[in-house]
């Protein structure tokens, strides 16, 4: 993706409660600007790509998260 672009990510309700709040390995990167879970448990987050390079959005333990997001930011249009 480019510099600049927004992903948001639609994660279903969870049996075991809410999603964990996402975390970014490097939020000069990749940027969280939004989260959000509405009455029916379905949470919506946004992130940004903030500048060129590699990162991951994580949700819960480090040491094993339940979902990952891994993003490539390119200077360039990617074909």
Do not use: C
């Not at 480019?2 to 049996?15: C, F, I, N, Q, Y």
């Not at 990167?29 to 903030?50: F, H, I, N, P, Y």
């Amino acid at each position: 993706m480019r510099s600049g672009t927004t992903v948001t990510v639609v994660l279903e309700p969870r049996a075991q409660g809410p999603w964990p709040q996402p975390r970014s390995s490097n939020p000069m990167l990749a940027l969280v600007t939004s989260s959000a879970t509405d009455g029916k448990g379905v949470t919506r987050v946004t992130v940004r790509a903030a500048r060129i390079g590699s990162a991951s959005v994580t949700w819960g333990p480090k040491s094993a998260p339940l979902f990952t997001l891994r993003l490539s930011v390119a200077a360039y249009p990617v074909q």
